[in-house]
């Protein structure tokens, strides 16, 4: 079975660390839930099936029924703590928990590199400026950036995006780019995107009267669809959005950084024969 702190969902191990149990002996939901002090006999099943959640004590009582101690139990927990929060400021907070649990246990933790990089505008932008300016000092990056950004923090930039792997310093002042794409676990990932998408629509926001007609391009549609034709248009888009990636990477005597945002949202709730969904 692997390690604990190489899991992002506590369901997933609860249910590994079952069938592990039940694969080296006589082992059943009934007596997994009485070692954790649960009257119910199928309560932990419930939980594993995502029917249930468990709270803080009960994250305790099944941390101590399998037996983890230590940093294994806080890592426990905190995954319990992640995969119950609504909110994307609680799970970020037990998940960096989580990865600095990992870390100095020795286990290799992508989801702090994807945090980071989807943590501003700054990396992927200067991802693409830094090959584009061999010789370019720092000051000399952020004097092209649009939006403000200090000679300090690309220095800053720089030196995690080659430490990361998204940069190859070829020669002193001098980058090229990798093929590393931004890895993270499943239930991480989208967490970070999301905080990305919203200092992206903020800086579109602020594009619209920031810039001239002839150097951006806006434009937009609002529609009614059914769920069919909604799968549809998120297909259409993905496909658009590869197209448009193919041509930008067709032309090597680049000279400026772009960025499009890809939005469709509903405005209304669905209507169902004359009624909300």
């Known amino acids: 079975m692997k390690s604990i702190l190489e899991y992002k969902d506590y369901h997933l191990y609860m249910q590994d660390y079952y069938d592990e149990r039940k694969r080296l002996g006589a082992f059943s939901w009934r007596e997994f839930c009485r070692r954790a002090g649960f009257s119910s006999p199928n309560f932990l099943k419930l939980v594993c099936m995502g029917q249930s959640k468990l709270s803080k004590i009960k994250a305790t009582q099944v941390a101590k029924a399998m037996e983890l101690v230590c940093y294994e139990e806080d890592y426990f927990r905190l995954l319990v703590e992640f995969c119950n929060a609504d909110k994307d400021s609680v ?56 939006e403000y950004v200090s000679a300090e923090e690309v220095r800053d930039v720089l030196s995690f995006l080659v430490k990361a792997g998204f940069l190859k310093k070829d020669d002193e002042k ?6 590393k794409t931004v890895i993270g676990s499943k239930e991480a990932l989208p967490i970070a995107i999301r905080s990305m998408h919203r200092e992206m629509a903020n800086m579109a926001s602020r594009a619209v009267d920031r810039y001239a007609t002839d150097e951006r391009y806006f434009t937009g549609i609002t529609f009614s669809v059914n769920d069919e034709a ?42 169902n024969g004359g009624r909300h969904a």
């Open 230 to 271: 909604y799968k549809k248009i998120v297909d259409e888009i993905n496909a658009c959005r590869k197209k448009v990636l193919a041509i930008a990477n067709a032309y090597k005597d680049v000279n400026q950084v772009c960025r499009i945002n890809f939005q469709l949202f509903p405005m209304t709730d669905k209507i």
């Open 174 to 179: 001098v980058y090229s780019q990798t093929e």
């Open 91 to 146: 799970k970020r907070a037990a998940l960096f928990e989580m990865d600095r649990i990992a870390l100095e246990h020795k286990v290799r933790v992508v989801d702090s590199e994807a945090f980071q990089y989807y943590e501003s505008w700054k990396y992927p932008v200067v991802r693409e400026l830094a090959p584009m300016m061999p010789g370019a000092c720092p000051r000399d990056i952020a004097e092209v950036c649009k």
